[in-house]
């Protein structure tokens, strides 16, 4: 299994809200902290895709999770209908 990595200022769909990223040589700057980017770090990091998780982990490296639930027997309890679903089964109990 892959493990999760964190996004990084040179992903396509990486964007500074605060437009204060440049590209400086081999590496990506901020001009507010005059440091390397720090995706984990800045409040303003943001993915454009709506990938970005807290810690500056990048959501499309994260395989999901899905947990099957089991659905209760209940005793079945008709539907009473009107309207336009009435018309179109064209009965009043529905179970």
């Known amino acids: 299994m892959t ?5 990084s ?4 769909s990486f964007k500074c809200a605060n437009n204060s990223v ?3 040589r081999d590496s990506v700057w901020c001009r507010l902290t005059d440091e390397p980017c ?7 990091s943001l993915c454009v895709k709506r990938r970005l998780l807290p810690q500056g ?3 499309e490296t994260v395989k999901r999770k899905t ?6 027997e209940v005793p079945l309890e008709p539907i009473k209908l009107r309207g ?8 009043k109990d529905f179970f």
């Open 3 to 7: 493990q999760a990595k964190n996004c």
């Open 9 to 12: 200022p040179q992903c396509r």
């Open 22 to 24: 440049f590209y400086r």
């Open 38 to 44: 720090n995706v984990a770090n800045c409040t303003y």
């Open 57 to 59: 982990v990048c959501g």
């Open 67 to 72: 947990v099957e639930k089991r659905m209760e």
């Open 84 to 91: 336009k679903a009435l018309r179109k089964i064209g009965e």
